[in-house]
């Protein structure tokens, strides 16, 4: 269902008796619940459960690589000026040394989903045309971009490789995560073969890492599964989409979470935290994923002796 971070604030001050019924929080006292909000939301994203999608991500093999950097932050900003209907940045009066072909461009005038793919002295094309006009110099963001250009996932789940090329289509093999202990144990990293069988993900800031072996020979495409991440709020406004219960779940969450600084050393009410264990365990019950057990022939998906298992022990057993 829809809600503002206003609507979630509100519910969430009443839950503490320092709102009544049709008021409005001042600017000050929504903003600081507001920052609580956000910092909720960022904490939700670490627990597994308590996310409700599974993002496919999907992206494609470089022959005889095997390491990928992963993840897309904010590399900084830059001034220039835009014409609507053209696709280049103009007046650019100092180029960013981290600026980079693929980053994401945002900035007034400039269309949503615009890239870099082109850079010149005091110019930068964009993949798509201005959608305003700004002749007076105005700040541009833009990314740094990974070899995967996509959100910094914080765990992958599950995924497969998709073979796409010598005249293979649409046949997929699992592709297995593993712990950096049985990555280490690995003991020729590079060992080549037709496709991954195992990867690696080293969850870096700004940027993630992931590792594969074997090292693919030939192209395809990596499909991983990953948790979705849970957005921030920008203004008290700002409308969020959740499935049933969370927003329920969000307003006790947040009540606790501002307990202490209106409270003070007041111990939470029983019912308070009743309310929280209840909506908290719906949401991680809804989001529960039953583990399948696999039921296909080793003779169809491969037997270790034939993967090159022994490499995954360093040869030792």
């Not at 997929?172 to 037709?194: C, H, T």
């Not at 594969?212 to 989409?241: A, C, K, M, R, Y």
Request: aromatic share 10%; glycine share 10%; with cysteine.
């Amino acid at each position: 269902m829809s809600a503002t971070a206003l609507d979630i604030i509100k519910g969430a001050l009443k839950r503490i008796n320092e709102l009544a019924a049709g008021e409005t929080p001042d600017d000050d006292m929504a903003m600081d619940a507001l920052y609580v909000l956000n910092d909720l939301l960022d904490s939700l994203s670490n627990e597994h459960l308590a996310c409700y999608n599974r993002v496919e991500n999907i992206f494609n093999l470089v022959s005889g690589q095997n390491i990928y950097t992963v993840g897309n932050p904010v590399g900084g900003t830059f001034l220039g000026t835009v014409v609507q209907g053209s696709n280049v940045i103009s007046g650019v009066t100092a180029i960013p040394a981290n600026l980079a072909v693929g980053g994401s461009l945002s900035g007034s005038g400039i269309a949503s989903g615009a890239t870099v793919t082109a850079i010149g002295t005091n110019t930068v094309t964009m993949s798509a045309n201005a959608i305003a006009t700004y002749s007076v110099l105005f700040p541009v963001t833009f990314t740094t971009p990974g070899n995967i250009p996509i959100q910094r996932p914080l765990r992958v789940l599950t995924g497969f490789t998709r073979l796409t090329t010598s005249g293979i289509s649409q046949v997929d093999y699992p592709l297995r995560p593993i712990s950096v202990d049985q990555w280490n144990a690995i003991g020729l990293k590079n060992q080549p073969g037709p496709w991954p069988r195992v990867m690696y993900y080293d969850a870096a800031w700004p940027l993630a890492t992931m590792y594969f072996f074997p090292n693919p020979s030939q192209g395809g495409e990596v499909h991983l599964w990953t948790d979705n991440l849970f957005s921030d709020f920008v203004s008290l406004n700002t409308p969020i989409e959740l499935p049933q219960g969370y927003e329920r779940f969000l307003k006790v969450a947040l009540a606790i979470e501002l307990w202490p600084e209106y409270k003070g050393e007041k111990p939470v009410p029983d019912s308070l935290a009743g309310q929280y264990r209840v909506a908290k365990t719906a949401v991680k019950s809804l989001n529960s994923q039953i583990q399948s057990v696999a039921t296909y022939d080793n003779a169809i998906a491969g037997r270790a002796k034939n993967d090159a298992g022994w490499v995954l022990h360093g040869g030792f057993l």
